[in-house]
């Protein structure tokens, strides 16, 4: 029971830790503007993670737990091992140097280990939730958007302090808007994708070697592209940064995308596999069976319920829809253990109060 508010209480004073720094470093106005620039980029990545999430959507619930571990959790992990890494650099191979090391050695190591553990902590504890590599790279996405955040805050925010807006001379706020949340707002979440792709295939394995390796595998994918991207920047200069960024980075992130769709279009094709059976149980209604096989035709129910009953018959629609998700996930193999029937079980009181209310406001025609 005290699990969840300590986890709670955790992340809120590490929010505050970090909101203080940044404000000591660079003023509140200018963390204000970091804010603000921060919003744009990460509402685009979270909106691209929602749509990847479409099909089976995850908890709510756990996708806020995984931007706020990735803003907070995961940011000060970083912040005070890259901090102590740096200045280590600094001793063993001269002042100044000791951010070469941070940039290059400590930061793909640690700030992906932090990002990735969540990840780590839903494959291992709520393993339910977990049913390929979707659910992987959503999980891993929202929390390295979470880190982006919080990082884009304080870059911002340094750079208005420093120049202001900018100017031709100076490169202020409005460069680095440009340079991290037009050319590079997903760099974070595609470095953590690798993992999260690599526990969607654990989590779809029997193999217990593969259950180690592909999560790891994916692990050390993410670092070495981190460090890639981190050697552009900080010793390549403009040319190979935008070379590494054109001929690697946008090939690797257009990649993924196809992967993801793909990825997708099999999770339409279990569902509406699996829609049949679910007939032939007497779960669902042969006529709804259309409705639905299709994102849209899912969309178009949900809209007409809200149109004709209001919001909450919409939410018992979208419940009802998501349930009918889950248990055609869960039965594309055999039940096979006591633990897979209780969550059959749950799944179908769910889907069954869902369709009830959804009747029953439909029935009662809730004003809109």
């Known amino acids: 029971m005290l699990l969840p508010v300590v986890g709670l209480i955790v992340v809120a004073l590490c929010g505050l830790f970090l909101f203080g720094l940044a404000t000591a470093r660079v003023g ?27 099909w089976e959507p995850e908890p709510a619930k756990l996708l806020l737990l995984a931007f706020a571990w990735g803003a907070c959790i995961a940011t000060i992990t970083a912040l005070v091992i890259n901090s102590g890494a740096e200045a280590v650099g600094d001793i063993l191979l001269g002042s100044g140097n000791g951010s070469k090391v941070s940039a290059l050695v400590s930061a793909p190591l ?12 839903i494959f291992w504890r709520r ?23 919080t990082e884009n805050i304080y870059y911002f925010g340094r750079a208005f302090a420093e120049y202001g ?9 409005l460069a680095a808007f440009f340079l991290r949340g037009v050319l590079s707002p997903f ?8 993992a999260g792709i690599g526990f969607g295939v654990a989590a779809r394995t029997r193999q217990r070697w593969l259950r180690v390796v592909a999560p790891l595998t994916g692990y050390v994918a993410g670092v070495c592209l981190h460090v890639l991207w981190n050697s552009a920047a900080t010793l390549g200069g403009s040319k190979a940064f935008l070379t590494v960024y054109f001929l690697i980075m946008v090939p690797l992130f257009i990649g993924v995308v196809y992967v993801i769709v793909l990825q997708r279009r099999r999770e339409q094709r279990i569902v509406a596999a699996a829609l049949p059976k679910m007939v032939a149980d007497r779960w669902i209604a042969k006529s709804e069976v259309s409705l639905l096989a299709s994102l849209p035709g899912r969309r178009a129910w949900r809209r007409q319920a809200r149109r004709e009953s209001g919001r909450a018959a919409a939410r018992a629609v979208g419940l ?49």
């Not at 977990?130 to 929390?143: K, L, R």
């Open 320 to 368: 009802y829809q998501a349930s009918v998700s889950e248990l055609a996930f869960l039965g594309r193999n055999s039940i096979r253990s006591e633990e897979d029937q209780q969550r059959q079980e749950e799944l179908l009181r769910t889907l069954k109060t869902a369709r009830a209310d959804a009747v029953r406001l439909a029935t009662a025609g809730e004003p809109r």
């Open 110 to 121: 640690v700030e992906e280990a932090a990002k990735d553990a969540f990840v780590l902590l």
């Open 127 to 149: 393993s339910a939730e977990f049913d390929g590599v979707v659910d992987g790279i959503v999980y891993a996405g929202f929390s390295a958007a979470g880190f982006a955040f």
């Open 165 to 173: 807006f900018g100017n031709g001379a100076n490169a202020g706020v």
């Open 28 to 54: 509140v106005g200018a963390v204000s503007i970091g804010v603000l620039a921060a919003l744009v980029p990460v509402a685009v990545v979270v909106a691209g993670f929602l749509w990847v999430d479409r």
């Open 187 to 194: 760099t974070h979440p595609l470095f953590a994708v690798m």
